[in-house]
């Protein structure tokens, strides 16, 4: 993938974020990591969401040094550690989605008492030890969690979304809060019951599948 393709990525991922209710204002980070060189494309720091273009998305080396007319998102360190660690990953999105974050918010994983929850995310979505924002032990945490897994809460925080590319891993982050969103309705009217464990072997066999 050219460096304009990754860009071009990035700001498809932003722009999805925004049409699905998402991110709002500067909430939230995406990037892409390019495979031949290692560069992350990443959104800025304090610029809306709403306003980027290809400009406006910094490049960051594989040995720290940056590149474009803003400073990288301030959770770079999240989005750098998990690259490092997950060498198949080539990008991430970080979003506060809000029905995700509420369950983020209670330390509480998402449970898998929806098919699709399994089949397209995995199972049960757990979140990740509690690091401040910034830090690279986010990502650590992040890393921990993201076993078997293509997303993960952030205790207290939000949603990281990984994906071998571009519009899967938007596409997860998406998943995600509809997953929260239809599972905190259901909690409404009675609590919810897992799905039985064969059924859920069944259907992580088939996301294992997808997502080797
Ligand atoms: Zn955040």
Sequence with gaps: ??????????????????????????????????????????TPAKVDYRQLTS?????IYPDGRTEGIHNPSSE????????QHMPNISAIAHTHSPYAS??????????AVLTETVLSLGGRINV????????EEIGVGAVACLKERNVCLLAQHGVVAVGKNAFDTIETALNVEVAAKTTHLAMQIAQPTAIPQAAQKHLQERFMENNQ
């Design 102 to 111: 509420a369950f983020a918010a209670l330390n509480m994983s998402i449970p």
């Design 128 to 135: 990740a030890q509690f690091a401040l924002p910034g830090s």
């Design 55 to 59: 400009n406006d998305i910094v490049l």
């Design 1 to 42: 993938m050219s460096a304009e393709e990754c860009i071009k990525n990035v700001l498809e991922m932003s722009q999805l974020a925004i049409e699905w209710n998402l991110m709002t204002g500067t909430n939230g980070n995406m990037s892409v990591k390019e495979w031949d060189t290692g560069i992350i494309y990443i």
């Design 76 to 83: 770079w360190k999240l989005h750098k550690t998990i690259y």
